[in-house]
């Protein structure tokens, strides 16, 4: 039974680029969360997504941030012409849609290195 | 002022210790309650969430919370070198427009051999 998937593990970009990360939820989970965490700092919500809808993108940046969770694949959060400032560790957490919907479960974490 | 406060550590204490974890929050609103434990480097990983004022225990692990002074608690009993970890602490407010996570700052827990 395979937990929440999310790859790179380890993504390292130079400043200007564009950071793509992805995330899996774990099987029979429809809800998708994002979170950053920053170096000595807590863990921060960024958004919230069911399959095709944002529900909730109350904690993203609002430039160059964007994330997805289209009908097909894993969930992508974006992020467009990074800066030092990005280098943090994005995870990503599912929860189902019955049952249990206040238990989120997280992924291993993308690591962002921004040069 | 934060909405979770929870004191950083690090929280040294000898094998088969009982480790005494808190957090306050700010928001009476918050209505779920979770304790995650984050070791270096990896995701967090759900230890138990509760509901109601009270106590609810699972194995080692005590969860705690008293709504009406807004702090909760995880107490964990014959501490092992494997539980040196961060404990983070968690809350949800309940709305319709999905149910995001509110973190503490997280608790570093060493246990000595």
């Known amino acids: 039974n395979a937990g929440v998937m999310q790859n790179p593990r380890h993504l390292v970009r130079r400043r200007g680029q564009e950071a793509r990360l992805r995330c899996s939820p774990m099987?029979?989970?429809?809800?998708v969360y994002w979170y950053r965490q920053l170096p000595e700092e807590g863990l921060k919500f960024m958004v919230y997504?069911?399959?095709?809808?944002?529900?909730?993108e109350s904690g993203m940046p609002k430039e160059r941030f964007s994330a997805e969770f289209p009908k097909e694949g894993p969930s992508i959060l974006r992020i467009q012409q990074v800066v030092r400032g990005d280098s943090a560790a994005y995870f990503c957490?599912?929860?189902?849609?019955?049952?249990?919907?206040?238990?989120?479960?997280f992924g291993p974490g993308t690591r962002l290195t921004v040069t | 002022q934060k909405e979770v406060e929870q004191d950083p550590g690090p929280l040294s204490v000898p094998e088969g210790a009982i480790v005494s974890l808190n957090c306050t929050y700010s928001?009476?609103?918050?209505?779920?309650f979770m304790w995650y434990r984050q070791y270096s480097r990896k995701g967090p990983e759900l230890l138990m969430y509760?509901?109601?004022?009270g106590n609810k225990e699972d194995g080692r692990f005590t969860a705690q919370v008293d709504k009406s002074s807004k702090y909760i608690s995880l107490f964990i009993r014959d501490s092992q070198p494997s539980d040196s970890a961060t404990y983070l602490c968690?809350?949800?407010?309940?709305?319709?427009?999905?149910?995001?996570?509110?973190f503490g700052g997280g608790t570093r827990v060493l246990v000595k051999p």
């Open positions: 997504l069911q399959k095709e809808n944002i529900i909730d």
């Open positions: 509760t509901y109601s004022s």
């Open positions: 099987k029979g989970h429809s809800h």
């Open positions: 957490a599912s929860s189902p849609l019955t049952g249990a919907v206040y238990e989120q479960y």
């Open positions: 928001n009476s609103a918050f209505q779920y």
């Open positions: 968690a809350m949800i407010l309940i709305k319709a427009a999905g149910n995001k996570l509110t």
